[in-house]
């Protein structure tokens, strides 16, 4: 059974930076991709960053480009979302995601097979 954990959230002040985590266990399929997509009240689920295990290229929402970055550690199957100036507008709860699906518009949340629970990031001013 493929899990998705993640772990960082948490509370910053406007400009600060947080590092979300998501530890992917269960895929025996070495090829699938992850992505990052969050939801704040009253919206709709939105994607904002993500890769494919194994590959170089990665995709950004452009509210995100220039201030997330999304990473892996293949070896510890771990992805990672840097989040660096959070704004007013970025409070929501993250999510990590994953798919086996290969040809996917990669920021599209209806192409998602697996969800994890979500960590909540708050922002101050």
């Known amino acids: 059974q493929v899990q998705l954990v993640e772990s960082g959230g948490g509370s910053v002040q406007v400009g600060g930076s947080l590092r979300l985590s998501c530890s992917v266990s269960?895929?025996?399929?070495?090829?699938?991709?992850m992505g990052w997509f969050r939801q704040a009240p009253g919206k709709e689920r939105e994607g904002i960053a993500g890769?494919?295990?194994?590959?170089?290229?990665?995709y950004y929402a452009d509210s995100v480009k220039g201030r997330l970055t999304v990473s892996q550690d293949n070896a510890k199957k771990t992805l990672y979302l840097q989040m660096d100036s959070l704004q007013p507008e970025d409070p929501a709860m993250y999510y990590c995601?994953?798919?086996?699906?290969?040809?996917?518009?990669?920021?599209?949340?209806?192409?998602?097979?697996?969800w994890g629970k979500g960590v909540l990031v708050t922002v101050s001013s």
């Open positions: 890769l494919y295990r194994g590959g170089t290229t990665t």
């Open positions: 269960g895929y025996t399929d070495s090829n699938y991709y």
């Open positions: 995601a994953a798919t086996l699906a290969l040809y996917i518009a990669p920021l599209d949340p209806s192409y998602i097979d697996v």
